[in-house]
């Protein structure tokens, strides 16, 4: 039986040496648009200035890389995830991250057994995990580290004479 591999994420966009000069997030809880200044290599080898503009997104993830090495920027750039399981692992860790963050600054009687505790409250979690599909998870391999953006839409917007 031949089987065809089955790939996780696409290539969209090569940027060969990993550059992305600088990341800019404006909040606005479902219109949060997140922007990445990158440079790249067009199809006729000239280097550009760009930037890849994420639209309604409803979660970020940045891991940094202070390693003395570059390992993860060879993966050749921009990426779009298609395992829907790595979606629905961001937005929990969100969710949990948003009732730890609380505890631990917040004087609450917090009940972890009520499901009808603020914190527990599944609610608007539930109604974005049925919009899932809507949603795409994107990855830049950068030398300063690894980003996840799940949004709906980006572009890309090249900067005139720039190299």
């Known amino acids: 039986e ?60 940045f891991r940094i890389n202070y390693f003395d090495n ?14 829907n399981n790595y979606k629905v692992q961001l937005i929990e860790e969100i969710f949990e991250n948003r009732r730890h963050g609380h ?5 609450y009687s917090y009940d ?8 527990n409250n599944r609610e608007s979690l539930s109604d974005i995990l049925k919009q899932l599909d809507c949603y795409h998870l994107y990855q830049q391999q950068a030398y300063g580290g690894i980003l996840l953006v799940l949004a709906k839409s980006y572009c890309l917007v090249e900067h005139k004479n720039e190299g």
């Open 2 to 61: 031949n089987k065809m591999k089955q790939f996780k994420s696409k290539l969209i966009l090569r940027t060969f040496d990993g550059t992305m000069e600088e990341l800019k997030i404006t909040p606005s809880n479902k219109n949060t648009k997140v922007e990445f200044q990158i440079r790249y290599y067009n199809e006729m080898d000239i280097r550009i200035k760009a930037s890849i503009i994420f639209e309604d997104v409803i979660a970020v993830d």
């Open 70 to 83: 570059c390992v993860g920027s060879d993966l050749g750039g921009f990426y779009e995830i298609l395992e």
């Open 103 to 107: 505890l631990l600054h917040g004087d």
């Open 112 to 119: 972890p057994t009520d499901d009808n505790d603020s914190l």
